[in-house]
């Protein structure tokens, strides 16, 4: 069975930094895409950052409102998908959950089967 | 960025009634080559993550109940609940998956009358 456990989340002041983690099992992790999606409280879902898989060259990419402040990385020895937050702000409270990328006829797509609990991060001064 | 539009923000259907759930894209999310709609649903349980439903606008995932439905193409789509159980009392979100980055609706909480 697919797994994901998100663990770092907790209390931060803006400015301030927190790094994310996720294990990840029961599913090729080394080729797999792999996302970060978050949710506001109260609010809907919004996609934060995608790590590719070693088989599709490995490249990242962000939303823009996250673009030069996280950082998304991986060790596929370990399994485990991690999420750097830097200069956060009050906005980015959030659970933040952890999510592989479905795979259809091969191909990895940008939609999601499997989901995490999620890991609560809060950012208040 | 592809916009993703649901209507109504909530609704409250009897049980064993029709629920119907709106999604508009800002620009078409069909894909010619493959033919196929780029959108996905999900459902979200109070405190539990998000669960996918539907993908590729109307192929329900494996273990979704049949009262599920997905229709619509091109900027326009559908989520039906046929029947509705108490059990499905939630919020649902539509997705498009065609562009980078993924986009999510705004959500459509369902209750129950």
């Known amino acids: 069975d697919v797994q994901l456990v998100e663990s770092g989340g907790g209390l931060v002041k803006p400015g301030g930094s927190l790094r994310l983690s996720c294990a990840a099992s029961g599913f090729s992790f080394t080729n797999a895409w792999m996302s970060w999606v978050r949710q506001a409280p109260g609010k809907g879902l919004e996609w934060v950052a995608r790590?590719?898989?070693?088989?599709?060259?490995?490249?990242?990419d962000y939303a823009a409102p996250v673009e030069g402040r996280f950082t998304i990385s991986r060790d596929d020895s370990r399994n485990t998908l991690y999420l750097q937050m830097n200069s956060l702000k009050v906005e980015d409270t959030a659970v933040y959950y952890c999510?592989?990328?479905?795979?259809?006829?091969?191909?990895?797509?940008?939609?999601?089967?499997?989901w995490g609990q999620g890991t609560l991060v809060t950012v208040s001064p | 960025d592809i916009v993703m539009t649901q209507s109504p923000d909530s609704l409250a259907v009897s049980l064993g009634e029709r629920a119907t759930i709106n999604c508009k894209s800002s620009q078409s999310i069909l894909y010619n080559s493959n033919n196929q709609d780029y959108l996905a649903w999900y459902q979200q349980q109070p405190g539990q993550p998000p669960k996918l439903l539907i993908y590729w606008a109307s192929a329900r995932e494996s273990g979704v109940p049949d009262r599920f439905s997905g229709s619509g193409s091109g900027t326009d789509f559908t989520l039906t609940i046929s029947s509705l159980q108490a059990e499905d009392v939630a919020v649902y979100y539509c997705q498009q998956y065609y562009s980078t980055p993924p986009t999510f609706g705004g959500g459509t909480k369902v209750e129950i009358k």
């Open positions: 999510t592989p990328h479905a795979i259809l006829s091969g191909i990895q797509r940008n939609y999601f089967n499997y």
């Open positions: 790590f590719k898989g070693k088989s599709d060259g490995g490249t990242t």
